[in-house]
């Protein structure tokens, strides 16, 4: 009993000093601010704990390369929507004055009109990016996120958020598929397509036809 006794007292002494390291590393990380993303240190561990600060470390990569992605939309959003919304706000102005004559009011409105226009676009366009850019950080998300995505129903889709714009240039669209699917995120193809549309609808010569 006695020699069980003196046992049992040692292997509990030894296996509080080979905790040590992982207390000191959990105290580590406890202490850490919000914004602090930085691998951890294996230090003294066991080699036991080896995979679990390899994932632990990988979850933090993932968790600051999100927060980046965040910091850098929102400085994006407001750098570009500023200055469209200024402008906006100095036309409604102008046409609201009641010194305004009739012309310069409708010119103004329809300034007003195209502004909207462009900052409903640049929304749309800001909104894809943070999309974009969370899958582009969860490698795991991004993997799920694959299928195999119908062309021209994503051709289709495309079209309907252009069309108002190509109507009134008088362009028209030709369609050829060398193959019906393929493999990929439905959600990046649309903003693919989209954007390539826009592209042709801007620069292409009025009344022509886009293939």
């Known amino acids: 009993a006695l020699s069980a006794a003196v046992l049992v007292a040692w292997t509990l002494l030894l296996a509080r000093?080979?905790?040590?390291?992982?207390?000191?590393?959990?105290?580590?990380?406890?202490?850490?601010?919000?914004?602090?993303?930085?691998?951890?240190?294996?230090?003294?561990?066991?080699?036991?704990?080896?995979?679990?600060?390899?994932?632990?470390n990988q979850l933090l990569h993932r968790l600051d390369v999100t927060l980046k992605s965040e910091r850098d939309f929102v400085a994006a959003a407001a750098h570009e929507l500023r200055t469209p919304l200024a402008g906006l706000q100095a036309q409604a102005q102008l046409a609201a004055h009641p010194r305004t004559q009739d012309a310069e009011?409708?010119?103004?409105?329809?300034?007003?009109?195209?502004?909207?226009?462009?900052?409903?676009?640049?929304?749309?366009?800001?909104?894809?990016?943070?999309?974009?850019?969370?899958?582009?950080?969860?490698?795991?998300?991004?993997?799920?996120?694959?299928?195999?995505?119908?062309?021209?129903?994503?051709?289709?889709?495309?079209?309907?958020?252009?069309?108002?714009?190509?109507?009134?240039?008088?362009?028209?669209?030709?369609q050829r598929f060398e193959v019906p699917a393929v493999a990929g995120s439905a959600f990046a193809l649309r903003v693919l397509l989209r954007n390539l549309l826009a592209n042709a609808v801007a620069h292409a010569p009025e009344g022509s036809e886009v293939e």
């Open 105 to 174: 009011r409708a010119a103004a409105l329809r300034a007003v009109q195209d502004g909207v226009d462009q900052s409903a676009h640049l929304v749309t366009q800001l909104l894809d990016l943070a999309r974009s850019d969370a899958l582009a950080g969860d490698p795991a998300r991004l993997m799920a996120d694959a299928e195999q995505v119908p062309l021209r129903d994503t051709l289709e889709q495309a079209l309907t958020d252009v069309a108002p714009a190509a109507a009134e240039r008088g362009l028209r669209f030709g």
């Open 17 to 56: 000093l080979a905790l040590r390291p992982v207390d000191a590393t959990a105290a580590e990380i406890g202490d850490r601010g919000p914004t602090d993303l930085r691998p951890v240190a294996p230090g003294r561990l066991p080699g036991e704990f080896t995979p679990l600060i390899a994932a632990l």
